[in-house]
């Protein structure tokens, strides 16, 4: 299940959001790649680039979290890292037995899903402390 962008996801900071955009697009793109069986190549493509846009957004956001004084720039820290172990954990699945439905089920759980839910709670949260 795709989860598609929306008002309810936007931050407010102009830079973000579209990064925002990106990582929900690439995230997209890699179930949509394991749901119509792509071969294992285009499938790491979709992977590495997934990997390299979310390691610039964290380190960008963390990084506008802590000039800001955000309060909750450790939280945000913290769950950016889970989001990265479980990709970590996923990439491995991936390289060592390829895509499968179940595969495919935890992308949408514990990255799509999640990401949705850490915008709306804590992203948005950035805003504030920059105004």
Known sequence: MAL???ASLETGIPDIDAQHKQLIDKMNELIKAIQSNQDQATIQRIVSSLSS?????FGYE?????RYRCPIAEKNKMLHSLFTRNFSEI??????????PELKT???K????WFG???KGID????????
Request: with cysteine; aromatic share 2%.
């Open 91 to 100: 990439r491995r699945e991936l390289l060592l037995s390829g895509s499968s």
């Open 4 to 6: 598609t962008w929306n």
């Open 62 to 66: 963390e990084t506008c979290m802590n």
């Open 124 to 131: 948005t949260q950035l805003k504030s402390c920059m105004d």
């Open 117 to 119: 839910t850490h915008i």
């Open 110 to 113: 514990d990255l799509l899903d």
């Open 53 to 57: 846009i979310a390691n610039l957004h």
């Open 106 to 108: 935890r992308i949408e």
